[in-house]
């Protein structure tokens, strides 16, 4: 019953927002991993992201597949990369197919000075990068922020931790935002309890993946 409400709140959402969307491929009844690709190079063209210095932080590194995307797409030599994972797997459950352990991944070799990794539960890793970090994140520099932890907890962890640095112009993006109890609810959560205004850029894979400017 929990589910079919959450899920119905999701429906909803989409109803309400679907046509704020700049660029959205709703609907599709086939996902298309490559699809992901798509939207970033949108947000990439739309924001300049190829030219400007940009502070990239993505949640959930798994093998570094977006995470050596993104570092090819933005080149400027004063950009900061950094992935949060723990590298062994999904801390808990997710939903039905997914048991703790799952989606495993050595951590990736990239040979680039501008990217660095934070191994462990970002309870424990986040905190710490934003107290060493708080310049960084302060900057007048645009945040792209990849979240792809699959986790309600996780998420919610991560936009709460993140929200006093966040500002106007940030980019968010999800990578399983359709999925009711966990990015969505996270979202719908922290939309409620930080005030913030987000503002839909766009979706691919019926909202699956999805991104958002701080407004």
């Known amino acids: 019953m929990i589910f079919i409400s959450h899920f119905n709140l999701l429906l909803v959402w989409i109803y309400n927002n679907k046509s704020k969307f700049e660029y959205s491929d709703f609907f599709k009844l086939k996902r298309v991993y490559s699809k992901r690709y798509d939207l970033y190079q949108f947000i990439v063209h739309k924001y300049n992201l190829n030219t400007d210095e940009i502070v990239y932080l993505e949640f959930g590194v798994a ?18 990369f950094v992935g949060f994972d723990t590298f062994e797997g999904l801390p808990e459950n997710w939903g039905t197919f997914y048991s703790k352990g799952d989606m495993f991944s050595n951590l990736p070799n990239i040979d680039d000075s501008r990217a660095q990794f934070a191994k462990g539960l970002f ?7 934003i ?8 900057a007048d520099v645009r945040k792209v922020i990849h979240l792809d932890a699959d986790l309600y907890s996780s998420t919610l962890f991560v936009l709460t931790q993140l929200y006093p640095h966040l500002k106007k112009g940030d980019i968010i993006l999800f990578d399983e935002f359709n999925v009711p109890m966990h990015e969505f609810k996270a979202f719908r959560e922290f939309e409620k309890i930080s005030y913030l205004k987000f503002r839909p850029v766009g979706a691919v894979n019926n909202f699956y993946q999805v991104c958002f400017v701080v407004a």
């Open 63 to 80: 093998n570094g597949e977006s995470f050596r995307w993104w570092l090819t797409n933005s080149p400027h030599s004063n950009s900061r």
């Open 123 to 129: 309870q424990d890793t986040l905190t710490a990068f």
């Open 131 to 138: 107290e060493k970090n708080r310049d960084l994140l302060n």
